[in-house]
């Protein structure tokens, strides 16, 4: 059985995002099972598919990143988030780390 994945895009540029989901497609144990260009349509995604793994990008338009990952951990849904990002604010550390926000 692959594994689930909902990836999300972001607004840095595209080139990482689409070579990862491309290997992920190629990749028998993998499939993508949404790929949501805003953070509020990840959460519903989340809800309606029930994935292994969020890919979530932090810089996303509408709802960011932390956002849905701090909604995401009040629904305890089972599901994993891997992060991606070029950068992150040690402010916002802690609490992508799994860690309360300040």
């Known amino acids: 059985m692959p594994i689930r994945l909902v990836v999300a895009e972001s607004d840095d540029p595209p080139l990482v995002l689409e ?6 497609q190629e990749a028998p144990e993998f499939e993508v099972v949404a790929r949501c260009p805003r953070g509020e349509e990840i959460l ?5 598919h029930t994935p292994d793994v969020v890919i979530l990008a932090l810089r996303m338009p509408g709802m960011g990143g932390l956002e849905v990952l701090r909604e995401l951990r009040q629904a305890q849904l089972p599901t994993r988030v891997v992060l991606l990002t070029a950068s992150l604010h040690d ?7 799994g860690g309360s926000p300040k």
């Open 19 to 24: 070579a990862l989901e491309d290997l992920l």
């Open 44 to 48: 519903h995604a989340v809800r309606q």
């Open 91 to 97: 402010d916002d550390l802690p609490e992508a780390l």
